[in-house]
C-alpha cells in the first residue's frame, strides 16, 4: 500500500501532541526511503532549538556520515520557521515538502523568506501544501486542548 | 584586568582554527557573568548545524535549566547566518553583540534580516562591529592557509 512520507511526518506530529509538544513532525527521504524521522522536542529536551526539522537534519546526517544532505528531501507538517530554513540550506537539502504554511513563524514562504534570498548559495525546490488541512487539525485540536 | 566577553568569544575562534573548524566563537553572558563557550564543531560533529551560536545556546539553555535565555546577551565573531539567528530569537536572547559583519552568509544585517522581520514576536538588540579586525583577521588567516 502506497504510504506518503507527509503520512510519516504527520504521524511524528500526533506522537508530539501525545508528549505535549506542538505537534510538528518532519521527515528525511533519499532515493524513495527514509533516512531520519523526527517531531519537536523543545519540552521534553528544554531545549529552544529542538524543532522536528533540526533534529531530523542532525539524524540524517549521523545515518548517511555526512553533513551534506544533497540528494535528500525534507517533509515537514508545518512551514520551517527562520532558524530550521537556515539549516536546510546548511545541509543542502534539494527539496522542502511542507504541509500547513505559517504566517506567524514561517520563514520560507513569509518573514525571512530564508531559501529565497539572492544571497543564498544553495538553491532548494519548495513545495507547499500537502497534506495541509491534517497538519492544521492537529495544530488547532493542541491548541484549543491548552486553552 | 578588563577582559571582554567578545575576547573570550574570540578566543573560542582561535581555538577552533587550532581544530580545522571555521574560525567563529560565540559566548553567552547573563549579569556580567558567562554562562556559555562555544565555538564552530561542523567538522568534529559531522553536523552542518554545529555552529558556534547554536552550540553556545543550547549549553546555556542546559546551564540555566530553562528554554528561554531572557537576560542574557550572546558575543560571537562572526554576523549569525539566519539559522543562527532564528535560534536567537527562538531562545528570546535580548542582545546580540557581532564582531565581522558577513554580507555572503550572515543572515542579521544581511540577506534575510532574521531579527527585523516586521513578524518577529521578539526584540533583539543588535551590536555590531566590536573587535570586528581580530574576528576578520583569524577568518582570513584560516581561509588563506586552506588555498
Known amino acids: 500500500m502506497f504510504r506518503s512520507f507527509m503520512q510519516d511526518a504527520l504521524d511524528q506530529a500526533r506522537e508530539a501532541a501525545e508528549a505535549g509538544e506542538v505537534p510538528v513532525g518532519a521527515v528525511i527521504s533519499r532515493r524513495g526511503q527514509i533516512v531520519a524521522r523526527a517531531r519537536n522536542r523543545m519540552v521534553e529536551l528544554g531545549d529552544p532549538t529542538a524543532h522536528a526539522e533540526m533534529l531530523a537534519i542532525r539524524t540524517a546526517c ?29 545541509a543542502r537539502i534539494d527539496r522542502l515538502h511542507f504541509a500547513a504554511s505559517d504566517p506567524k513563524s514561517g520563514g520560507v514562504v513569509h518573514g525571512a523568506r530564508v531559501l529565497s534570498q539572492p544571497q543564498a548559495h544553495h538553491i532548494c525546490e519548495i513545495h507547499e501544501g500537502a497534506r495541509a488541512d491534517d497538519a492544521s487539525a492537529l495544530l488547532r485540536a493542541f491548541f484549543a486542548a491548552r486553552r
Open 62 to 90: 549521523d545515518e548517511l556520515g555526512s553533513p551534506r544532505l544533497t540528494g535528500c528531501a525534507l517533509w515537514v507538517t508545518l512551514e520551517p520557521c527562520a532558524m530550521c530554513a537556515g539549516a536546510i540550506a546548511a
